[in-house]
C-alpha cells in the first residue's frame, strides 16, 4: 500500500527540485524527507529520484508516479473539504418519505431547489404512504416525512414529532361522463349516497377523508371498489363502475376522456399536508434546508399553500 504522505513528499521534491527546498515547504526537515522518499522507493520498487548537480530530477518511474500522485492528492482534498462540509452541517444524505402525489408535488421540486440553494445535501427519496411514513420517521429509518393528516396520527403537540405544515388540497367529486350530475358546476356529497363508491383501501389516509366526507353528508359510502392508485379510480369511474372523491392533485395533467371532474359543494373534504420530523431534529443543519425548500415549492403550488 502506497502511503499519501510519501505522494505528497514526492510531489513537494518534484516541485521544488532539491531535498532541502521541498523539506521547508513541508515543514520537514531535510533526513526525514529522504527517509520518506527511501521508504516510498521500497513500496513501489523503483529508484524514483536521481541526483542532478545540486539538485535531483524524477526518473521516468518518478514522473509516471508524480502523475498519479496529482490525480490521487487532488482525491484526498475533494474528501477533506466533503468531510468538513459534512462537518458543518452543509453536506450529507436526507432520507424523505412520501406518498406518491407528495413526491410530484412538492419533493420532487423541493431536491431541485435543494440542488440550487444547497448542492451539498442530497435527498434520497422513498415512497411510503402517510401511515407508513410518520413510523418510519420515529424508527429513525428516515429522516423526514411527507404525510397527510388521517384518524389516528400523532397530533400537533406530539411530543415525538416536529410538524411543518405545507400545504391543503380539496377532493373533487369524479364522475362517469354520462352521469345524471355531470352537467353542473358542482356537485354536492350527499347527492352521491345512493352511488356506489370507489375508493382507496381502508389504512391510507385517503380513506379517511372520503369516508368521513360522507359521514358529514349524512351517509357512509358503499365501497364497491379499491384502489390507492387515483387513476386507477378514474378509469373505474370512466367505465360506469362508480363515483370518487380525490385528491385535486392527483389527477392533474392525466387525460381523462370518460370522466367529469366537479367541484365539491359546501365545505370540501381536505386532506392537509405536512412535513414532520423527530422533534428537535428540525435546526439539524441536514434537516433545516431540505425543510426550507419543501415551504418554498409549497408555496409556489400556489400562494398561501393551497392548492
Do not use: K
Not at 81 to 96: F, K, M, N, R
Not at 272 to 295: N, Q, Y
Amino acid at each position: 500500500m502506497i502511503d499519501a504522505r510519501r505522494l505528497r513528499t514526492l510531489r513537494a521534491v518534484a516541485d521544488h527540485r532539491t531535498v532541502t527546498a521541498a523539506a521547508a515547504a513541508l515543514y520537514l526537515t531535510p533526513s526525514a524527507v529522504s527517509q520518506q522518499l527511501a521508504a516510498l522507493e521500497n513500496e513501489v520498487g523503483h529508484q524514483l529520484l536521481v541526483r542532478d548537480g545540486r539538485g535531483v530530477r524524477l526518473t521516468t518511474a518518478g514522473e509516471i508516479l508524480v502523475q498519479h500522485s496529482n490525480a490521487v492528492l487532488a482525491q484526498l482534498e475533494r474528501a477533506e473539504a466533503e468531510l468538513a462540509a459534512y462537518a458543518a452541517g452543509e453536506a450529507g444524505e436526507v432520507t424523505v418519505v412520501s406518498f406518491a402525489t407528495g413526491i410530484a408535488t412538492v419533493v420532487a421540486p423541493a431536491m431541485a431547489e435543494l440542488a440550487r440553494t444547497a448542492p451539498g445535501i442530497r435527498m434520497r427519496v422513498r415512497d411510503a404512504e402517510g401511515d407508513e411514513s410518520l413510523v418510519m420517521v420515529l424508527d429513525g429509518h428516515a429522516d423526514l416525512a411527507v404525510a397527510v393528516e388521517y384518524r389516528g396520527a400523532p397530533s400537533e403537540d406530539d411530543q415525538r414529532l416536529a410538524r411543518v405544515p405545507l400545504y391543503a388540497e380539496p377532493f373533487d367529486a369524479v364522475l362517469p361522463r354520462g352521469h345524471r350530475l355531470a352537467g353542473g358546476d358542482r356537485v354536492a356529497v350527499a347527492d352521491l349516497a345512493a352511488e356506489p363508491w370507489i375508493g382507496p383501501y381502508p389504512g391510507n389516509p385517503c380513506h379517511d377523508v372520503v369516508v368521513l366526507a360522507c359521514e358529514f353528508a349524512g351517509f357512509q359510502p358503499r365501497l364497491a371498489h379499491s384502489s390507492d392508485d387515483f387513476r386507477a379510480v378514474a378509469a373505474l369511474a370512466g367505465a360506469g363502475a362508480g363515483v370518487a372523491l380525490v385528491p385535486r392533485s392527483a389527477l392533474r395533467g392525466v387525460d381523462l376522456p370518460d370522466v367529469v371532474i366537479l367541484p365539491v359543494s359546501g365545505v370540501p373534504a381536505t386532506r392537509r399536508v405536512f412535513a414532520a420530523v423527530r422533534r428537535g431534529a428540525e435546526d439539524h443543519p441536514l434537516i433545516r434546508p431540505v425543510l426550507t425548500a419543501l415551504r418554498a415549492t409549497a408555496e409556489r403550488v400556489r400562494p398561501g399553500g393551497e392548492i
